[in-house]
């Protein structure tokens, strides 16, 4: 996810900061490089030794530790992407007011790479109008912030400011990689986006289901990437999605049928400006649902089996279609693949599908990685093998590249 990568951990003084040797070693199993710079209160809850041996680097305090550079300086041109975490209230202070009175400050100081900022406090502190105004100030700047969680807090009560956990802020930063990658060619800024993720469930009984191998990977990926680039970004998730880690800042939806998927995205369509339907819908449904658990009938020979009597869902992104939401659909195929996607393309009357191949092993449901074609009205776009991140990314992209070609043409949804 991070090959090649050159990450600096900035890691302030907060009780979050157990946390951090758990996310760099998920940085260097993702295959990035790691170093490491800590506030002198940083280390009252985690040692620089532990993070020495984990990156095999010394970690830059305030003590000077490369001997023919100046400290700070020789990480800033080092980095490619930095990461504040726990930001403190205290560094967050400091940084959106430009001071530079520690190691680490002075590295951000100097800085010219992405940033991105995970801020962890009591939940006082995080509603405190200084904070939010120095927030404010570090997004208008171009910084990356992950909101903090609703949670239990050190000091023993709920509240807002507890830090997510260290895979959530992972999937953060293959995010906010899979986009610089793109050196700053998607912004969704102000966008509202609604995003259905996972296989739907079609109850049988109350112990059996009608389902799909859809784990929700895609439609998460493209949740991260869509609120990194400033969107408004509501997922729905059907049960698969349900499990899998997300943002604090994306709002969700949880739905386990077609029939409830189909309300939930009915409503958002209302108000979005980007829909993408990347949930995999189930086609059909048991008419007669049974209330009780089915039970083989020994009295019947073995070659009468059970037969189910099935009813079509409701075609939900076909009935999505409107003159001022932009509506992408997925469509998940065997064999001729692009055939079907570009008839899907017309037969729904959406403005884009994005394509893949689920026949491919490495590829497609339950896998990191993905393949895709995205067929638009006036263009068709082969995204090569990339990991899901990379592929949002592209898809994100050519999403906003084909609503400007809309726009010239008079349509109305930018």
Known sequence: MLEGKKIAVMITGGIAAYKVPSFVRGLIKAGAQVRVAMTPQ???????????????????LEVQ?????????????????????????????????????????????????PKMLVPAMNSN?????????????????????????DGFLAEGYSGKGRMPDPEVILQALYALSA????????????????????????????????????SGKMGVALAYVAALAGAEVTLVCAKSAQ????????QTREITTARE????????????????MAAAVSDFRVENQSQRKIKKDKSKPKA???????????????????????????????????????EKLQRKGVHMIVANDVSQKNIGFGSENNAVTILTQHSEVKIPLANKFKIAAAILQEIQRDRHQEIKKGCSFL
């Open 42 to 60: 940083a280390e009252k809850f985690v040692t620089a030794e532990t993070l020495k041996v984990l990156t095999k680097y010394p970690v830059l």
């Open 65 to 113: 530790i490369y001997p023919e550079e100046v400290g700070h300086v020789h990480l800033a041109d080092w980095a490619d992407l930095a990461v504040v975490i726990p930001a403190t209230a205290n560094t967050l202070s400091k940084m959106a007011n430009g001071l530079a009175d520690n190691e680490l400050t002075s590295s951000l100081l100097a800085m010219t790479c």
């Open 125 to 149: 502190m995080w509603s405190n109008f200084a904070t939010k105004k120095n927030i404010a100030t570090l997004k208008e700047a171009g910084l990356f912030v992950i909101e903090p969680e």
């Open 179 to 214: 986009l610089e990658d793109l050196k700053g060619k998607v912004s969704l800024a102000g966008e509202k986006v609604a995003i259905s993720a996972g296989g739907t469930e079609e109850a049988i009984d109350p112990v059996r289901f009608i389902g799909n191998r859809s």
């Open 243 to 250: 499990v899998l880690p997300v943002l604090p800042q994306i």
């Open 261 to 276: 998927l189909n309300d939930v995205m009915t409503a958002l369509n209302a108000e979005a400006d980007v829909l993408i």
């Open 304 to 342: 009468t089996g059970l037969q189910l009597n099935l009813v079509e869902n409701p075609d939900i992104l076909k009935g999505l279609s409107n003159e001022t939401t932009y509506l992408v659909g997925f469509a998940a195929e065997t064999d001729h693949v692009e055939d079907y996607a570009k």
